[in-house]
């Protein structure tokens, strides 16, 4: 009876440390003793051990319990369980070694053994430690006891971490919670002194504070703007000009000063400990006020001097400081007067024009600027361009002489041909059926005539004269029209239209065009200048052309005439324009096409590159 008193008891102490465990609020490494203690206790463990990699492939002891007389000095249990560690690591299971004294018998069960659990992140099965405890007993039942008890009361070490994440989840909510109150209360105004001292006031209200100043950068110095609960002060009083002195030592160091430093501040904080002995003693905290990466303004809190600033406020200060950088300075920029503005707006652009940053959007600002300067003062010439077909001045027409279809076609733009040259030949096949029966009637026709003069019959005679006379009038017009179906060329020139090889016996009429000559003597073009630009153009203007074939080649002509009325083509009013060529180059032949240039005048490049848009816009707009 008095042993299961005993036992009952032990369960209840275990039970109450367990519970002591989940509401545990002390630091890590304070949890994990005292977890090692509650975990030997559950498992009647003599020592345990927290052991995690290391960075060059050791194993490291992260606690260890109870804790070593020496510090760094470990029993020798420990240095086998830093090797099981690693064996512990790759299976991520629970490991259980014998550990064998130098006394024990050879084939005698292990008197201690050493139980390894892995330890694994929350929520995932990577292991990142062990925890190695050291049990006496020879009785398995027992040592399987302490593994289970073990096993069981490893999501304690999980609790907590969860427990330590939603504390700093709750902590950073706070923070953010304060930051955007600040916020949200200085938003509620229009004008920059308003806003500046309703931040002052939240910052010594959230932050217990005794005073808070905001000073704004003008110049190259600080200008107190704002202090908590004050409406007005002189900016001659000893008080100010110390704000703004340890204002202006944040500012220059670009950091944030604390009163009274640390041992490890590698900061200045001169200016801030006259200002706490002078008006304290206090505990400072100066904030530069960022918009970009430059220091625009800085915020000075102050408070008793038992009161330090720890790290979680100087971080929530921090976040509110932040989120009100953007309003307060744009406030700054919009509440003046308009000449503050007009000459805030040119001392910043001078800045930024003079300035060491943005170099190339400078240069490329320069370069615009000169761009436009030239294209303003700066005349080139002006010429209308157009293409152009070059033609000869004597042209000949080859007409059809009867219509057909075209047998044979022997020659093609841009050939060369002789006077005579056979150029393409008519289908005869039908005119020589109508000259054979011509000819069989006028046979016909004949023998009828003598036989009716024989007869006497001079009436009949007659009729069948007349019907021969016709027949040979028809053999006449067939053999002609055989004489003129091979199509021959009238001059000494070159073929500049008439392409017919790319047909099937094309037919054609009587009279229509077949090919056209030029002759190889002087040439001219013809232009066929846009309506937009014909008013430019007057008889005797000069200009060069270049055809397609020969781009290098620039000749020079001289206006002849231009066409009275437009023509359309390809959905454009074109004017026809003749102008003569000075001298045309060996090559060109009548048909070549390139480009012409007609030069009007000298004029502003401004004008010359936009004056098709503006005419485009004034034509819409009716402006």
């Not at 994990?32 to 050791?58: F, H, I, K, W």
């Not at 959007?361 to 615009?368: R, S, Y």
């Not at 052309?545 to 290098?552: D, F, Q």
Request: net charge neutral.
């Amino acid at each position: 009876m008095p042993e299961q008193v005993k036992a009952r008891e032990q369960v209840l102490t275990a039970a109450d440390l367990v519970e002591r465990l989940l509401t545990f609020d002390g630091p890590p490494q304070e949890f994990l003793r005292y977890l090692l203690a509650v975990q030997c206790r559950l498992a009647a463990a003599e020592s345990g051990a927290m052991l995690r990699p290391g960075t060059q492939g050791d194993v490291q002891v992260l606690t260890m319990f109870p804790q070593p007389e020496k510090e760094g000095e470990f029993p020798p249990w420990v240095q086998q369980a830093g090797e099981a560690t690693v064996r512990v690591l790759g299976t991520g299971k629970t490991e259980i070694f014998p550990l064998h004294d130098a006394s024990d018998l050879y084939g005698e069960d292990a008197r201690r053994y050493l139980i390894m659990l892995p330890i694994k992140y929350t929520g995932r099965a990577d292991v990142r430690g062990a925890s190695a405890f050291l049990v006496e007993t020879r009785d398995p039942r027992h040592l399987r006891g302490a593994q289970e008890r073990l096993e069981l009361s490893l999501p304690l070490l999980s609790l907590y971490e969860m427990q330590l994440m939603l504390t700093h989840r709750q902590a950073d909510m706070r923070r953010l919670r304060d930051a955007l109150e600040v916020v949200s209360a200085m938003n509620r105004h229009d004008r920059f002194t308003a806003a500046t001292l309703t931040v002052c006031n939240e910052f010594a209200a959230r932050w217990g504070a005794s005073r808070v100043s905001l000073g704004y950068l003008q110049g190259k110095s600080v200008r107190l703007r704002s202090i908590s609960h004050t409406e007005n002060f002189s900016k001659k009083m000893q008080l100010v000009q110390d704000i703004e002195q340890a204002q202006e030592e944040c500012l220059d160091q670009d950091v944030e000063i604390l009163f009274p430093a640390s041992t490890e501040a590698t900061y200045v904080s001169r200016a801030a400990g006259r200002l706490s002995e002078r008006h304290g003693p206090s505990a400072i905290c100066s904030l530069p006020l960022r918009h970009g990466d430059d220091v625009k303004a800085v915020l000075t809190i102050e408070r008793p001097r038992e009161k330090e600033f720890q790290p979680e406020e100087i971080e929530s200060m921090r976040l509110a400081a932040d989120l009100a950088t953007a309003r307060l300075i744009n406030l700054h920029e919009q509440d003046r007067w308009i000449g503050g503005k007009v000459a805030f707006s040119i001392r910043k652009g001078a800045g930024q024009l003079v300035g060491p940053k943005h170099t190339w959007a400078k240069l490329l600002a320069i370069g615009i600027l000169f761009l436009g300067i030239f294209l303003i003062f700066a005349k080139g010439d002006y010429t209308v361009e157009s293409p152009f077909v070059l033609e000869d001045k004597a042209e000949y027409r080859v007409p059809a002489p009867f219509e057909g279809q075209l047998e044979e076609v022997m020659v093609e733009p841009p050939d060369v041909v002789k006077a005579g040259q056979p150029l393409a030949r008519l289908a005869t096949d039908e005119l020589q059926d109508q000259l054979d029966s011509a000819e069989a009637e006028l046979v016909t026709k004949e023998k009828a005539k003598a036989q009716s003069q024989s007869e006497g019959k001079l009436a009949e005679a007659q009729i069948a004269e007349a019907q021969a006379a016709q027949a040979r009038a028809k053999i006449d017009l067939y053999k002609g029209r055989l004489e003129r179906a091979v199509l021959r060329s009238p001059i000494d020139g070159v073929v500049i239209a008439g392409d017919w090889k790319r047909q099937n016996r094309p037919p054609v009429k009587l009279g229509d065009p077949v090919f056209e000559i030029g002759s190889t003597g002087k040439l001219r073009a013809e232009l066929a200048v846009d309506e937009k630009d014909i008013h430019e153009l007057h008889v005797n203007q000069e200009g060069k052309l270049a055809t397609v074939g020969r781009p290098e080649e620039k000749v020079g002509f001289k206006v002849e005439t231009i066409a009275g009325a437009a023509e359309s083509s390809n959905g454009k009013n074109i004017f026809k324009v003749r102008v003569d060529l000075d001298k045309a180059p060996a090559g060109m032949r009548p048909g070549m096409a390139g480009v012409a240039h007609v030069s009007v005048e000298r004029r502003r490049y401004a004008w010359i590159w936009t004056h098709k848009a503006i005419d485009w816009v004034r034509l819409k707009l009716w402006i």
